[in-house]
Each structure stands twice: as C-alpha cells, then as structure tokens.
C-alpha cells in the first residue's frame, strides 16, 4: 500500500506543480524536482530527487522536501528543508547522508518567459553518520506553467 501511495504522489506531482526544476550542486550534484505552490505568492513547498556521482562510496541517490517563503516585491526567497540518501551528500565543509538545511535563493533576470536561472545558498546540518555542519550552494533552471 505504501508503494502505491508514493507511486500516486509521483504521477500527480507534475499536474500540481507550478514549475519543473533542475539544478547542479548541492545535496545530491543532479537534482530535478517540482514546486508546488501551498499558499499563492508566499509559501512554496519543494519535492526532489538527486543522483551524486562524486561520492566517496560510489553512486548515490537522495532525495528531500523543502518549505520556501519568497520575499515580497523581490526575487528572493528563503526556507528549509529536509533530505535523505543513500550516500553523501555535496558539502563544503563535512559530508553525511541525513541533514537539515536552511535555504537562501534568488532569480537571475534573465529575460526568458516561462524560464528562470536561479542560484541558492544551503547552511546544512548533517544528522548522520555524525552530527556536522556544512556549507551548500547550486544553480538552477526552472521551468515554470
């Protein structure tokens, strides 16, 4: 029964969502995801998935959730969120496959309609295999409806 649910969530994501995205970096190094608006023009919510090919034990996979408030009157946007994988993650300074992370991220204006680039900056707290703290960042293409 639980497979079938994840199984429902991940085919009806997509018609939820306001935009597909695609990012470099931080947690897993190839993450794509949705975002789902949960209050209009103030609070997103974010679902991904991730593949990491530099980790120290091989391929690994993760995925997180993540709650995101935008600024008002600007491009900014802030939050946190949560992730899982089966290896480590990307990290500046300590590495770990569970963690917590706060979020800061704006738009690059780049002038395409439906396309933005954006850039995020990840404070990380690893709960696994040790406690730690960490230094995040990606760059991204969303693709918004």
Known sequence: ???LAVLLVLMLAPAF?????????????INAG???PLIPFL????????????????TSFGGGVDALVSIPLTDVYAGAGL??????????????TVG????IGTYLNVG???VGIFVE???????????????????GVNVGF
């Open 83 to 96: 992730f899982l994988g089966t290896g480590n993650a990307l990290s500046l300074v300590n590495t770990g």
């Open 43 to 58: 609070l997103d919510g974010r679902a991904y998935a991730g593949l990491n090919f530099f980790s120290s034990g091989g």
């Open 121 to 139: 900056a990840y404070p990380t707290f690893y709960f696994r295999p040790t406690s730690a703290f960490g230094l995040g960042g990606a760059v």
């Open 34 to 36: 949705v975002r789902l």
């Open 112 to 114: 395409l309609p439906l």
């Open 17 to 29: 969502a306001q935009s597909l995205q695609v990012s470099l970096g931080s947690p897993f190094g």
């Open 100 to 103: 917590a992370r706060g979020i």
């Open 1 to 3: 029964m639980k497979k």
